[in-house]
DNA sequence: ATGCTTTGCTCAATCGATAATGCTATGAGG
DNA sequence: CCTCATAGCATTATCGATTGAGCAAAGCAT
């Protein structure tokens, strides 16, 4: 409180009359391993106190080739997913001890590279990317500058990997709206289910669409290849989806399986537009989760990632150290509506 | 690529045969002062590029005492708004050419002290604090770190603030509940207009009920104390709140003004399982914004705090740099319903 | 009194980048 | 031919914390 400059070690040490590397010392905690006296080490750690002394984490990490940061990339924080997946990486970094940096880096390559960069560039001691566009260079670029990282939500071939079970999952949300469905009449593409939105060529979708497939046609519900409208991750997109296949089967189809929120958010749009009656039949299904989503004006039954336990995972992976290419899944859980006393016809 | 080991300016200088200085002029971009010949800096950086060369910004940042990192703490992400904040604040120090740190701190005033205190200790070059618990301590810290710093969302009476104007806001959603609303007869107080929610002792949850009594009564709609019910911001407790006052007024109250995200999602919840018909005629807002709370079975009016826009603010504040303190208000948007063309009676 | 151990520290180098100062060729001007 | 300016770089100190090596004084045994 006294100066207005941040203090070093030295401006301690000439107050206390005794050398830096005593102050330092005495302030890290291991100040036995040098015999430094009790008293000495009592005196100096008043000073500091008075002085409102703070180390210095940039001159800490320069000496010792680290600086106690855990660095975080993902996407946005546009989701519930997305933002849960931060708070339980922050949390299970504060409670490590260590730092959580975490850095928004948008969707594209360039830019996720960059930010891979940057972290590195400040010596952070591991790196956990989530949601990577591109994840090989990414890896490369960890593995280049010896960093241990993990990748979550978007897995890397090359590296540890976390991600959602996303076939099980979709399995699961099949199974359960076809339950709910009347068997389907394979004339009348009314009664089909439908898989909507995402994008093809990602392995969480293509995963997805695979468990769609199955459960679908286990049950005698697939019926071709039009059930499937992987349209993006836009939700205007996806209003315009479900417009279009409503008018072309001049109904809601019978149940419709919704892959990730944002679409949801388009398909909840258009249904809050067309009379109640016409969707009061359509079973709901969406992979992803949001609080609001299950108290809609209809069921919906949501699949819930679970990001806590994919970080814990994560850092299992990273506790390990080898840094082994390896692939860990977790099971999402299966959320339904709570009991809906109401639903009027 | 060649070395698994970072390669420093000397490592450069070595296979260039300059000197360290050089590679350093060169190489980040201001060899012309130096009067460096474009031919070597060429060459030095045709070499950097070879050895997968990146500046250590740690190094860096002790010569230059700063860091080229730019912090925000926050309690958390379980809310779009701070997400939304958060997000803001990394497109906006990224669009500056400095890298975003975010921590999440939770709302604890020891936690968030140590927080700051761990971004001064990496020289962090401005701070900005949402969500502050106890301000003034905070600003106390940066302050004598010399570090300029903003607060946001939780205003700080020693430094720049950037806030929602929750009066206007509250005032605006409040106007437009009583226009929907039959007027209410002061002898039966089941027609009346209640609001839930929040801490008073809060800044922001104080401005909110000064703005719903300003309203109300001007409308004559205020009769009592107990319309007011800040019963903090836990989902659960707002569930029980709700249910108290449904079987209080022996039906649900004619307007209901829900003072955050969480506690609109226990009211809702608790709507989701009562008959449909006992809350047709209750008029709902709620001073917060989630996409799905708009696509409900039934119509609410949103406040939607402008995230993007305090953060430019507060940016703006920043830039002028003498850290004076300062308030400025944000007004927030209402988000109404978009038509409902349903509502089965 | 001498030698040896232990105590309690100090010194100086180091991490990598930066910047003030210094030094050496070359060419121009007188 | 000598002086001086300039281009083009090299040297070296510095930021703050850490750490291996060392060193003086005290204590102890012989």
Redesign the interface.
């Known amino acids: ?1 006294k100066d ?3 203090s070093t070690i030295y401006d301690i040490a000439r107050l206390a009359g005794t050398s830096a590397s005593t102050v330092s010392y005495a302030l890290n905690g291991r100040w036995q391993e040098r015999r430094i006296k009790r008293d000495t080490v009592e005196r100096i750690q008043k000073i500091a106190r008075e002085n ?1 002394y ?6 800490r ?2 000496r010792n080739a680290s ?1 106690g ?1 855990a660095g975080m990339i993902l996407p ?3 989701t519930r997913f997305f ?2 997946l ?2 339980a990486f ?2 299970e970094v504060r409670a490590r001890g260590s ?6 880096s948008g969707r594209g390559r360039e830019a996720q590279e960059q930010s891979v ?2 972290l ?4 952070v001691d591991t790196v956990v990317i989530a949601g990577a566009t591109d994840p090989m260079p990414l890896s490369a670029i960890c593995r ?3 960093v241990p990282h993990v990748f979550v939500d978007h897995p890397c071939p090359d590296a540890p990997s976390v991600v959602t079970d996303n076939y099980q999952g979709a399995l699961a949300l099949t199974q359960q709206m076809l339950a709910t469905l009347p068997p389907a009449r394979p004339d009348d593409p009314g009664n089909h289910v439908f898989f909507l939105g995402g994008e093809a060529t990602l392995p969480a979708t293509e995963r997805r669409i695979a468990a769609f497939r199955d459960a679908t046609r286990a049950a005698g519900a697939l019926h071709g290849s039009d059930q499937v409208i992987a349209c993006g991750y836009s939700v205007a997109r996806a209003e315009t989806e479900i417009a279009e296949l409503h008018a072309r089967l001049g109904r809601m189809p019978a149940g419709l399986f919704v892959n990730s929120i944002s679409c949801f ?1 388009g398909v ?2 258009y249904l ?5 009656g016409e969707m009061a039949s359509t079973v709901l299904g969406c992979f992803d989760y ?4 299950a ?4 069921p919906v039954t949501m699949v819930r990632q679970r990001a806590d336990v994919m970080i814990s995972e994560a850092f299992a992976r990273l506790d390990e150290g080898f840094g082994a290419p390896s692939l860990s899944l977790i099971s999402p859980e299966l959320v339904s509506q ?8």
Chains 1, 2 share one sequence.
Do not use: W
């Not at 590195?120 to 010596?123: D, G, I, K, Q, V």
């Not at 709570?338 to 016809?345: C, F, N, Q």
């Open positions: 409180m207005r400059q941040k409102g703070q180390v210095n984490l940039q001159a990490g320069l600086s940061l946005e924080h546009d933002s849960d931060s708070q922050a949390l730092c959580p940096a975490i850095v928004l960069q940057t590195l560039s400040y010596n280049s500058g010896g958010e909840v749009k809050a537009a067309i009379p109640e949001d609080p609001f989503g108290l809609l004006r209809f709570p009991m809906s006393s109401t639903r009027t016809a």
